[in-house]
């Protein structure tokens, strides 16, 4: 065990595949632990490195095991699957992954601390919520719709449809009663999303990075808070450029033989993100397009020559850009050197 330099783990929920080398790059270790017998084994063992693939709970192994001397780290998926040789079983993973760990260009994951996954868990716990309402809000206005009840859109409408819908005499009494399951659900979801914003709002206020964020134009209290909890790790970005590739905003490269062909985004990395930045950017070009914001020279020049939905998307990735550069550098959102926004009239 003394001669093991390098550990592939690939985990499970109960079982765990080991794969490790020795100096001489020769398989070593070849073992399956269940998962009671995985901290007594790496306990014994000399200290290491180990590597794992970041999904499901490898975060907490990632800080599990560090505490008895391992160095651990954790590798994308996507990164790993090259390596993998010809059929596809844990120990065939493990080896893939003790072999991709080597690899001198290797991207690693940063580690999360339990405190930064909580608050990456109150994002999820909400999105799935506004999720939830969504469907409740659709359902409610499909259902009604059937017998003659229509709103206008939007989910300010939604409770003046419900009351409607209460005193209607002329529904049945089985539908009537449906309504009101479907309106506790809605209400439910959305008095839970309102103490989730509650929570989100006081993270943003007391993390320093956040507030500095949310200066950036396009960039609010939660698209900030959202940057700051998902991004562990500024620095392991080496420009903007592969900060805003992470997050899925760049084109696709289908470039051979001397030409150049670029196509659509990646639509790679986190989809939140994306999803927040993009809904920012579309918020300024709806603005500027309506004569009730001040875009930059860049801006205005881009909504010239482009689509509306593509000058979002180029918006976003330059929003991106300028995001990491606060983060990574401390410094403060400067206007002049940005994309300027005038205040609404």
Same mark, same amino acid.
């Given at each position: 065990?003394?001669?093991?330099?390098?550990?592939?783990?690939?985990?499970?929920?109960?079982?765990?595949?080991?794969?490790?080398?020795?100096? @001489?790059?020769?398989?070593?270790?070849?073992?399956?632990?269940?998962?009671?017998?995985?901290?007594?084994?790496?306990?014994?063992?000399?200290?290491?490195?180990?590597?794992?693939?970041?999904?499901?709970?490898?975060?907490?192994?990632?800080?599990?095991?560090?505490?008895?001397?391992?160095?651990?780290?954790?590798?994308?998926?996507?990164?790993?699957?090259?390596?993998?040789?010809?059929?596809?079983?844990?120990?065939?993973?493990?080896?893939?992954?003790?072999?991709? @760990? %080597?690899?001198?260009? !290797?991207?690693?994951?940063?580690?999360? %601390?339990?405190?930064?996954?909580?608050?990456? !868990?109150?994002?999820?716990?909400?999105?799935?919520?506004?999720?939830?309402?969504?469907?409740?809000?659709?359902?409610?206005?499909?259902?009604?719709?059937?017998?003659?009840?229509?709103?206008?859109?939007?989910?300010?409408?939604?409770?003046?449809?419900?009351?409607?819908?209460?005193?209607?005499?002329?529904?049945?009494?089985?539908?009537?009663?449906?309504?009101?399951?479907?309106?506790?659900?809605?209400?439910?979801?959305?008095?839970?999303?309102?103490?989730?914003?509650?929570?989100? !709002?006081?993270?943003?206020?007391?993390?320093?990075? %956040?507030?500095?964020?949310?200066?950036?134009?396009?960039?609010?209290?939660?698209?900030?808070?959202?940057?700051?909890?998902?991004?562990?790790?500024?620095?392991?970005?080496?420009?903007?450029?592969?900060?805003?590739?992470?997050?899925?905003?760049?084109?696709?490269?289908?470039?051979?033989?001397?030409?150049?062909?670029?196509?659509?985004?990646?639509?790679?990395?986190?989809? @939140?993100?994306?999803?927040?930045?993009?809904?920012?950017?579309?918020?300024?070009?709806?603005?500027?397009?309506?004569?009730?914001?001040?875009?930059?020279?860049?801006?205005?020049?881009?909504?010239?020559?482009?689509?509306?939905?593509?000058?979002?998307?180029?918006?976003?990735?330059?929003?991106?850009?300028?995001?990491?550069?606060?983060?990574?550098?401390?410094?403060?959102?400067?206007?002049?050197?940005?994309?300027?926004?005038?205040?609404?009239?």
């Amino acid at each position: 065990m003394d001669q093991i330099t390098r550990i592939g783990v690939d985990t499970s929920k109960n079982v765990f595949q080991l794969h490790g080398v020795d100096e @001489m790059e020769q398989p070593a270790l070849c073992k399956k632990l269940h998962r009671r017998q995985v901290l007594s084994f790496f306990g014994r063992l000399t200290p290491t490195e180990i590597g794992m693939e970041a999904c499901g709970a490898a975060h907490y192994w990632a800080r599990a095991l560090p505490d008895m001397g391992h160095e651990v780290v954790l590798l994308p998926p996507q990164y790993v699957k090259p390596y993998v040789m010809r059929g596809k079983n844990d120990a065939a993973d493990a080896e893939a992954i003790c072999e991709a @760990m %080597s690899r001198p260009k !290797m991207r690693f994951v940063a580690i999360k %601390s339990a405190e930064q996954q909580a608050a990456q !868990m109150l994002l999820g716990v909400r999105e799935a919520l506004l999720r939830r309402r969504t469907q409740a809000s659709n359902q409610i206005r499909g259902f009604a719709a059937e017998f003659g009840l229509v709103a206008a859109k939007g989910l300010c409408q939604i409770e003046a449809l419900l009351t409607e819908l209460a005193d209607d005499t002329s529904l049945p009494s089985l539908a009537r009663e449906m309504f009101v399951v479907l309106a506790g659900q809605y209400r439910h979801a959305d008095a839970q999303i309102r103490e989730l914003d509650n929570k989100l !709002m006081a993270l943003h206020r007391n993390n320093e990075q %956040s507030r500095r964020l949310a200066e950036i134009p396009t960039i609010g209290p939660i698209t900030a808070a959202a940057l700051s909890v998902k991004v562990t790790d500024p620095k392991a970005f080496r420009s903007g450029r592969d900060f805003a590739a992470w997050i899925g905003l760049t084109p696709k490269d289908h470039s051979t033989a001397g030409k150049t062909k670029l196509g659509g985004i990646t639509r790679a990395g986190d989809e @939140m993100l994306r999803y927040l930045l993009v809904s920012g950017a579309t918020s300024i070009i709806n603005r500027a397009t309506h004569n009730r914001g001040c875009p930059s020279a860049w801006l205005a020049a881009l909504l010239k020559r482009k689509p509306r939905k593509l000058a979002a998307v180029a918006l976003a990735n330059k929003v991106a850009r300028i995001a990491w550069k606060l983060m990574v550098s401390g410094e403060r959102y400067n206007p002049p050197s940005g994309l300027t926004v005038a205040a609404t009239a």
